[in-house]
């Protein structure tokens, strides 16, 4: 018996060196597969061109972001008080009637105190940015800035298709314009 279990130690020993060198390659095959290979190489390279490209493009987006939202912003500030100026509008009217009728009447003394009035109040809308929009007699027509509220037969031929009067002056705040002339034009 000693010798069956001296010879099974014997071969149960080969065995044991076997499954030893069995998992040494083992773990040789799993460091080999988490190196990097010559042939991965470029891959690894194209991930990492890859990855700085997404990254400029999103910088490059949140820069235009930033720019974008900055316009806006200015925007709003230069155009804040449009609803408030576009609503003062119909009193500048009034005020330029009422003028016109003072100074048909002659009543002097009504018409200083009230031409002041409109001064003040014309030039704080100017410092807001409102500014006229200023048509005369015999410009031409343009339709993306001015209104034609009707036409009438020109005095002469000259004036065909151009404007023949103001009927309401128009207004822009900034760079947009937030009322048209209401113009007639000669047919």
């Not at 003072?102 to 014309?122: A, D, F, M, P, S």
């Not at 705040?173 to 034009?185: E, F, S, T």
Request: charged share 35%; glycine share 4%; hydrophobic share 35%.
């Amino acid at each position: 018996m000693s010798k069956k279990n001296t010879k099974t130690a014997k071969e149960e020993a080969p065995l044991k060196d076997n499954s030893a060198d069995h998992s040494n390659e083992v773990d040789r095959q799993e460091a080999t597969d988490t190196e990097v290979s010559p042939t991965d190489k470029p891959s690894l390279e194209d991930l990492l061109a890859q990855e700085k490209d997404k990254f400029l493009r999103l910088f490059a987006e949140f820069e235009n972001y930033k720019k974008r939202t900055t316009k806006e912003r200015i925007d709003l500030f230069k155009t804040a008080g449009r609803e408030v100026i576009t609503s003062l509008l119909p009193v500048i009217d009034d005020f330029e009637r009422a003028l016109a009728e003072l100074q048909k009447q002659e009543q002097v003394e009504h018409t200083e105190g009230i031409k002041l009035i409109y001064n003040k109040l014309v030039e704080t809308l100017k410092i807001k940015g409102l500014s006229v929009i200023e048509v005369s007699a015999g410009d031409a027509f343009d339709s993306e800035l001015h209104e034609a509220i009707t036409q009438i037969k020109a005095p002469d031929d000259a004036l065909v298709g151009k404007i023949i009067d103001t009927v309401e002056r128009g207004y822009k705040l900034g760079d947009q314009i937030i009322r048209h002339p209401k113009v007639v034009i000669g047919n």
